[in-house]
C-alpha cells in the first residue's frame, strides 16, 4: 500500500482529523515516509504514545538532531494526563526545522468511528499544508446516536434525530457541512459492502476521496 504517495503527502506539516482511524493512518503513513526521510509524529491534543517508536519529551533541538539521526521516525511530545502525550513544547515551524515530514493527529473521537466538532476543533496548526479527515465505514448503516463522537451535535447539524441512520449520503453531507479538511480517507473499506459504501460517500463528497483498509493494508483514490 503506497498510502503516502495516494494522499499526496507533501513534506511540512499534515494534519490527521475526524474518526475511524487517525492514529493507524498516521503510523501507516510515518512507516513509508520514514524509509527515506525523516518524519515527527505528534498531537496537537491528546495522543497515547504510539508503541514501537522512539519518543522524544521536551525541546532541546540538540536531543532531536540526535535522535532522528539514529531513527528515521520518532514521536514528540509532552507528558500529559492519563499517560497520553499533549503538544511538544516546541512549535510546529521548528518541528519542520528537524524532520522533512511532521503527521499531526489533530482531533479526539473517543475511538468512533463517526465524529462531530465543536467550534473549537480540530486543532489544526496553521503550519498545515494539507488536513486529512478520517471517516470510518463501519459508522454507517446504524443509528447516529450508536457510531458518533458527538451524536446530538452530530445530528443537529443534519437536521435530523439522533436515531436516525446513517447513510453514506447523510455522512457526506455532513463532511461536507463540516468542510474541515481538504482531502477524505474513507477507512474500513474491508467490512462488507464497505467498497460500495465508500463509493456512494465519494459520489457526494466535495474534496478528493480515498478507501482504505488500513488494517489490510490497501487503499485505492476514487477521485
Not at 44 to 51: N, V
Not at 118 to 142: C, M
Request: charged share 20%.
Amino acid at each position: 500500500m503506497e498510502l503516502a504517495k495516494l494522499l499526496q503527502i507533501q513534506p511540512g506539516v499534515t494534519a490527521l482529523i475526524g474518526s475511524g482511524g487517525k492514529t493507524s493512518a498516521m503510523l501507516r503513513l510515518a512507516d513509508e515516509l520514514g524509509r527515506t526521510a525523516r518524519v515527527i509524529v505528534c498531537t496537537s491534543t491528546r495522543i497515547l504514545p504510539p508503541d514501537g517508536l522512539p519518543l522524544l519529551l521536551g525541546a532541546d533541538a540538540a536531543r532531536a538532531q540526535e535522535v532522528l539521526g539514529a531513527h528515521s521516525v520518532v514521536c514528540i511530545g509532552t507528558p500529559a494526563e492519563n499517560g497520553k502525550l499533549a503538544a511538544p513544547e516546541v512549535s510546529f515551524a521548528q518541528l519542520m526545522q528537524w524532520a522533512e515530514f511532521v503527521l499531526v493527529e489533530a482531533d479526539g473521537s473517543k475511538r468512533l468511528p463517526v465524529k462531530a466538532h465543536e467550534p473549537y476543533e480540530p486543532v489544526v496548526p496553521p503550519e498545515a499544508n494539507q488536513t486529512i479527515a478520517l471517516f470510518g465505514l463501519s459508522g454507517l448503516g446504524k443509528p447516529i446516536r450508536e457510531v458518533a463522537h458527538r451524536a446530538e451535535l452530530y445530528a443537529k447539524n443534519l437536521g435530523v434525530s439522533p436515531d436516525t441512520i446513517l447513510t453514506p449520503q447523510l455522512a457526506a453531507a455532513h463532511l461536507n457541512l463540516e468542510a474541515l479538511h481538504t482531502r477524505v480517507l474513507l477507512n474500513q473499506a474491508d467490512i462488507p459492502g464497505g467498497r460500495a459504501l465508500a463509493r456512494a460517500m465519494a459520489e457526494e463528497l466535495q474534496t478528493p476521496v480515498c478507501m482504505a483498509s488500513i488494517r489490510e493494508e490497501w487503499a485505492e483514490c476514487l477521485s
